[in-house]
């Protein structure tokens, strides 16, 4: 194994508030090896942002316990100063965000604000700047880029906005591009463009992704790994093709039964029942368990861990494997 781009080691984020302790991210770690593309999967409210916002140390340390290592080419970025820490973001990170106007500033024309992007962290020329925002805009297939970039975010649709907004991120040629929700504020088509974009990006400039999602069908074709979320806590991690084939816990169950498949009809939807718990009153045992249609004694005790299914393949749950294996056959995988 090559050394990990980013190494992220027993992350623990806990917000203490008026009503307790929020336990956003709870003993988190994996990996990310250069150019690899990571799916960060779980409904809303799961830990997500928080785990990356960690990363990229953007969490305010004056009102959250922050626990754990998170290495980046080796460095520990959670003991680095903040000027370094803001050399790493934006030149060796590259972040997007649902709403490209966290990215965008409203009163600055969009070439120009990639432009200061680039001469924030490069020693080149203006002109050389412009030219290289005109270029990025280009590249992530914006039309007339030149009078693209002489434009207002808000003369931008929000498809394009969105492109801009990737531009700006990848302008750097970062080695790590954090993708948090890129894509649900947007319709189905824009969607699957700006998902292409990325992967293509991706393979031109060997940028390793994180791309963060609460929909399990949209990470499907874009990501080598996938790790699932609950509750501040990763519940199952895998390939793609585990986590969509063989997936060892019930929440990854429901996740994809909860998805429409290309083949499946919309009445055998089915949401998860409940709602996710309070990540101040994490229930007892498993975190799932007052969700779980396969709940048994155990799981209201004892919290499972992340355990080896096979290969890189882990999954947290207390029913046996083989137990797992009949029902995913049975019950998950039959509507395929
Ligand atoms: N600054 C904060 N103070 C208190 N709680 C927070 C703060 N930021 C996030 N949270 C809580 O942390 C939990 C995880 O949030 P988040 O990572 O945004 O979830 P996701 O991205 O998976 O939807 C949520 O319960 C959220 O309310
Ligand atoms: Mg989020």
Redesign the pocket.
């Known amino acids: 194994m090559p050394e990990p781009l980013l190494e992220v080691k027993d992350l623990r984020v806990h917000?203490p508030?008026e009503d307790g302790i929020?336990k956003?991210v709870d003993g988190v770690s994996f990996a990310i090896q250069p150019g690899e593309t990571l799916g960060v999967v779980?409904e809303?409210?799961?830990?997500?942002?928080?785990?990356f916002l960690t990363v990229m140390g953007l969490i305010n340390r004056k009102?959250a316990i922050v626990e754990g290592e998170v290495l980046f080419q080796g460095q520990d970025l959670l003991n680095v100063p903040k000027e370094e820490l803001q050399a790493i973001r934006g030149n060796k990170i590259g972040m997007i965000f649902q709403d490209p106007m966290t990215s965008l500033h409203p009163f600055y024309k969009v070439g120009d604000q990639i432009a200061e992007t680039i001469l924030a962290h490069e020693d080149i020329s203006k002109k050389e700047a412009g030219a290289r925002a005109v270029d990025m805009l280009k590249r992530v297939g914006i039309p007339r880029p030149d009078e693209r970039a002489r434009q207002y975010p808000h003369e931008f649709s929000g498809g394009m906005r969105q492109r801009a907004m990737i531009a700006m991120a990848l302008s750097l040629n970062p080695d790590l591009l954090i993708a948090d929700e890129p894509t649900t504020a947007l319709d189905v088509t824009v969607q699957a463009q700006i998902l292409d974009l990325i992967d293509r990006l991706q393979s031109e400039f060997n940028t390793a992704v994180a791309l963060i999602t609460h929909d399990l069908g949209v990470v499907a074709e874009h990501c080598d790994y996938i790790q699932v979320?609950y509750a501040g806590r990763l519940v199952e991690v895998g390939t793609a093709d585990d986590i969509y084939y063989r997936p060892m816990m019930p929440y990854t169950w429901g996740l994809l039964k909860s998805i429409p498949l290309l083949t499946a009809q919309e009445d055998r939807l089915h949401p998860i029942r409940g709602l996710p718990p309070s990540?101040i009153h994490v229930p007892e045992g498993c975190p799932f368990n007052p969700r779980c249609p396969y709940v048994f004694d155990r799981c209201h005790v004892e919290v499972p861990q992340l355990l080896p299914v096979d290969g890189f393949h882990a999954a947290a749950c207390h029913l046996s494997l083989d137990d797992r294996k009949r029902i995913v056959q049975e019950e998950v995988l039959q509507r395929t």
């Open positions: 917000f508030t929020v956003a779980g809303s409210g799961s830990g997500k942002s928080v785990s009102s979320m990540l």
